[in-house]
């Protein structure tokens, strides 16, 4: 038997709810960069960086790592846990330097990198809008 209950019904913020369905979007776009490094190990695709035995040591390397971090970091961003984060800032910071940093080994892919670096600010802005939330309602 249920009892009525007059009080207040608490609800999530707005951006609280904003901050929940970003981080399952990037959840879901890690998923994604999983499974295309997945299909590299594979070897789905043909030509001669498509295949693991074919792949210079240094694409295999980030390759492997990659294909098993990036759904971490997915599975962690959808369950909202602390970590899920933490992973993806790791794929994320290794694809920059991948192919920004060490670009002569790996070529350039502008578009992901920019991607990285948006997500990531769109982040920090999240979490700071969270600091200075909790730090109005202390003062």
């Given amino acids: 038997m249920e009892e009525d209950f007059d009080g207040p019904v608490l609800r999530p913020a707005l951006i609280d709810s904003l901050f929940e369905a970003f981080l399952r979007i ?52 959808w369950m909202t846990a602390s970590w899920g984060p933490v992973i993806w800032f790791i794929c994320a910071a290794t694809e920059v330097v991948m192919f920004q940093a060490m670009s002569p080994v790996f070529g350039e892919r502008h578009l992901i990198v920019a991607s990285h670096i948006l997500v990531a600010a769109i982040y920090v802005g999240f979490r700071a809008t969270f600091f200075f939330q909790r730090r109005q309602v202390r003062d």
């Fill in 26 to 77: 990037v959840a879901a776009y890690s998923l994604l960069f999983g499974v295309f490094y997945w299909v590299r190990l594979i070897g789905f695709y043909p030509g001669p960086l498509w295949r693991f035995d074919t792949m210079p040591v240094e694409w295999q390397v980030a390759s492997v790592v990659l294909a098993a971090l990036f759904p971490i970091a997915g599975i962690g961003l």
